[in-house]
């Protein structure tokens, strides 16, 4: 089986070598470049799940995909929760039945396979907890080993899951972006490949899946608004590729929604740089948030981001850490539904967005539940009252 695809950074436009994680010629973000059409007849052939999808996805060689049962995640429609903010139709994708417990394991499957029928031995990350628990998972699962930097304020169930699975874990003092330049230095070439899931276009091809699955579930004009906790953009970008190569491959009319990002107040360079029209987040100064899975002052994908974002017709808002916790009781209390803050975020931003008008009651809303609630059991907030 040969290649189906060539990596293009997005700036430069100069092509780079499978084994980059980013362009060498100017330093920016890689995109995968089709080479020819993809098989869409043979999607059900497949089965359920990530891998029902790989004639869709970038293949090298023929190596066996690397897979603990990703993807295929259920949706679930959450009327309770849609009365209190006077919405009607609003379902959640529960990315958090994923292996590991995060939408991350899409990205992680993908950039594994990817590693393996490479010949890597060795793959360094950083993350704040998620995508850390993801590569280290999916690493031990193609009989690989990880080093994953982590800021040292990760949660505790975070780092603990990381090492339990078997990578190295090495804490790092200071904000996010101090793992991020750990692992940078201690990557290099050869039989060490840093899985960089801010950077990695491998790991943001995989989040296509997600929205493949949203397709063929609910048609190709079913969504109007799909909300997205943001802040590296993987899940972000990735979806939106997945809405238009689904378009471009089976030759459909499908729509795409309108792509909705959630920030934290405490780092929000994606809405400064929205609402100030600029093409890339402007320097910001940050500060702590219940939403570290976000925290990213200056994601790599921005101008992507921004870009989606306008051509959607979509927004960015910020939300409070007290909303953020408000609606995380709320779910667990109204449907049964536990995530972590940085989830919840986006039910917090679906809050404010229908406050605001932007998304009406008429309206089917999407919202990414992008993690469980057992890896961040962040602060205790009063428990929201019921609704009359």
Known sequence: MTANHRLICTLCREEADRTDWRCRACGGVLQIAWTGPAPAGRIAAHGRGLWRYRPLLPLMGSGEIVTLGEG???????????????????????????????????????????????????????????????????AARAGLTAVIFVPASAPTAKRAQIARLGAEVVPIAGPRAAAAEAAVAAAGRGAVYYAAHNWNPYFAAGMATFAYELIEELGETGIDHLVIPTGGGSLFVGAYDGFVRWRDVTGTTVRVPRFQAVQSVGCA??????QRGLDDVPPIVRHPTVAGGIEIERPPRSRLILSILRTTGGTAVAVEDAEIIAERERLAELEGIDLEPTAAAALAGLARLARDGVVRREETVIVAATGAGWKDPGPLGSSPSRPE
Do not use: C, M
């Open 269 to 274: 360079p994606l809405v400064a740089a929205f």
């Open 72 to 138: 295929g995640t259920p949706l679930v429609w959450i009327e309770r929760w849609a009365a209190v903010h006077q919405l009607g139709r609003v379902g959640l994708k529960l990315e958090s039945l994923n292996p590991t417990g995060s939408f991350k394991d899409r990205g992680a499957a993908v950039l594994a396979s990817h590693a393996r029928a490479l010949g890597i031995e060795r793959l360094i990350e950083d993350s704040s907890g998620n995508a850390g628990a993801s590569i280290a998972a999916y």
